[in-house]
């Protein structure tokens, strides 16, 4: 059988696919230091730090750019 | 500038990690908002975010082709206002999908002037078949079909020019636009949202895979492409021109193009034409 198209009906569900497995290195982020700038929320390529800044490592890659954007350093990238 | 909190791309998506793509689209869709429906092209984009039975998209979401995204897009607008239903609708095609084997649709679709947005996420290359070069590949990039080696020294064409292209339509809102400036970025996907008629936007944004440097470095090399000049923000508003960012001091171009991997090949003649090139053009936008 030939199927002409496919259709998800549940948006979103890339959720079930936890992309935490494929990091090395491991963002630590400082609260003390941060300073509000939202740099990281916004250019995490996850989406996966929230407004309150906490990094969900379910889906977490550890690809650094959230330490390498943050203007305080408030983010310390760390092995495991 | 009031940023949206709600995220409309689920994580769990197969990108990179370091994927510039993912960040343009999460942008875009905070200006959007939930009322809007999207297409995409074949490419990265849509493998990486719908790896059936998946999708990673929150809102509504069509795929149909690689060359076709804006004819989907001119469809799904008009059923939707035959139906009297109001949602923005955005295409989201790479530079392959754009630049080459989508233009026809794409300058169809802007020839008929469907209130539609169209995205182009430009990586400079068809990263999702393994980094083929495009139309806006630019000048001097090695790719696998433009190595550099004996007969060849990488790209020899330039860049094309899809912006000026779409403006030469006459359409009300052409944009550029890079992963790097978020602001700049989302204010015109806001403005493309308010226009009545087609807009579209330019979007760049360094692939840490195709180009060839640290995930990490994703946004740093999308500012060093603006800051350089090597790529330039500006808007055509119902014709009108203005450049919408320019750098403090403009750096060198060498300083963008030693950090990738697809220029480490040119000699010091090819990286000082490149840079003649770009003071040619940011002297005439006084830049
Ligand atoms: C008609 C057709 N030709 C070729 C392909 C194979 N193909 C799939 S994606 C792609 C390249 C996409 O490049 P681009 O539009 O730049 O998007 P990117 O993958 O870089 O994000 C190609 C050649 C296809 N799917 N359909
Ligand atoms: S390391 Fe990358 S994926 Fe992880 S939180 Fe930082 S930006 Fe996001
Ligand atoms: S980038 Fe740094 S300072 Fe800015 S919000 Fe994130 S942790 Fe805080
Ligand atoms: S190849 Fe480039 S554009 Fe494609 S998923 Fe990887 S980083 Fe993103
Ligand atoms: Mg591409």
New interface residues.
Partial sequence: MVNIGACVKEPGSTRKNKTGSWRTFKPILDKEKCIDCENCVLFCPEGCINKDYDIDYDYCKGCGICAEECPVKAIKMERG | ME?R?E?F???????C????A??GV??ALKALGKNTVAVSATGCLEVI???????????PWIHVAFENAAAVASGVERALKTQGKDAQVVAFAGDGGTADIGLQALSGAMERGHNIIYICYDNEAYMNTGVQRSGATPYGASTTTSPPGKESFGEDKPKKNIPMIMAAHGVPYVATAS?SY?EDFMKKVQKAKEIDGPAYIHLHQPC?TGWGF???????LGRLAVETGSWILYEIEDGEFHVTYRPLQRKMVDEYLMAQKRFKHLTEEERERIQHNVDALCTELKI
């Fill in positions: 940023i909190e995220e791309l689920a994580p769990g998506h197969r990108g990690a370091g994927c510039g993912t960040v999460r942008l975010t719908t790896p059936y039975p998946e999708t990673a998209w929150d809102i992963i978020p840490t640290d995930p990490s470095k994703t946004i740093e």
